[in-house]
């Protein structure tokens, strides 16, 4: 549950995110973005980033397949 004060729509919709991490600047800034008359009915989150591969995976490159690619361990 989060609580952001922002709006009646808006803090509803957050009150059902189970975590606002990294974003509740966003959501308070949401009434600056949305037209009038529109109104929010859920929300999602999200965090930017790379992700680590799962040690068990393949090895996939963009440029495996290129035969001029200098990276090495392609």
Not at 20 to 33: C, D, T, Y
Not at 37 to 60: F, Q
Request: net charge positive; hydrophobic share 30%; proline share 9%.
């Amino acid at each position: 549950m989060v609580a952001v004060n922002v709006r009646p729509d808006i803090d509803a919709a957050a009150a059902k995110l189970s975590s606002a991490f990294g974003a509740k600047r966003e959501i308070q800034k949401l009434p600056e973005v949305l037209w009038e008359g529109e109104t929010v009915e859920m929300l999602a989150t999200g965090v930017y980033g790379k992700t680590e591969r799962h040690p068990n995976s393949p090895r996939t490159s963009p440029c495996s397949s290129n035969p001029r690619c200098r990276r090495p361990g392609c």
